[in-house]
């Protein structure tokens, strides 16, 4: 019987740190893999496309104003410039009907420039951290610190329990 419930400690222990990464998984593919698309893209049409639906998803999920940050409000962290930074470059790129190519090209560009920054790591998204478990960030830094606890725990109890340790 403690078997079981060091094991259950340890599944337990596993669950929430699973749901984050699969929060992060879905919101790659639902938003932030479209921003890189049209970061990445060649043509305004391309790019407008590919942003719109990030914009949608975002819209959908009320990304649009507060701070993914705990502690304290970071610009890095502001949900509202962010979600205005989106829409000015969508409408940079709607303003692009009739433009020379060369004028394509500077939009093009520029809207790479607010999507994207560089890092030591090389081009990454302009993201704020922890988007894709907002607003619940708070409820989820508890949790998997309750999760990483338990799975100790659990761990430790059963490979003393098996004679491992």
């Known amino acids: ?34 921003i890189k698309q049209a970061a990445d893209a060649n043509t305004v049409e391309l790019a407008s496309e590919r942003l719109a639906v990030a914009i949608q998803y975002v819209e959908e999920h009320k990304l649009t104003t507060g701070y993914t940050s705990i502690l304290w409000k970071t610009e890095n962290d502001n949900l509202e410039f962010w979600y205005r930074n989106l829409l000015a470059c969508q409408e940079e790129l709607r303003s692009c009907v009739g433009a020379s190519q060369l004028e394509k090209s500077n939009v093009l560009m520029k809207v790479r420039e607010s999507l994207t920054d560089e890092s030591e790591k ?8 922890g988007i894709s478990r907002y607003p619940d960030n708070a409820k989820y830094a508890i ?23």
């Open 143 to 165: 949790l998997n610190t309750i999760s990483i606890i338990f799975l100790i725990m659990g761990a430790c109890k059963l490979t003393h329990e098996w004679g491992w340790w």
């Open 122 to 129: 090389g081009t990454v998204l302009t993201i704020p951290s």
């Open 1 to 34: 019987m403690k078997q079981f419930v060091y094991f259950m400690l340890a599944v337990i222990g596993l669950i929430i740190p699973t749901i984050t990464v699969v929060n992060s998984i879905q919101f790659q593919q639902q938003c932030s893999g479209y």
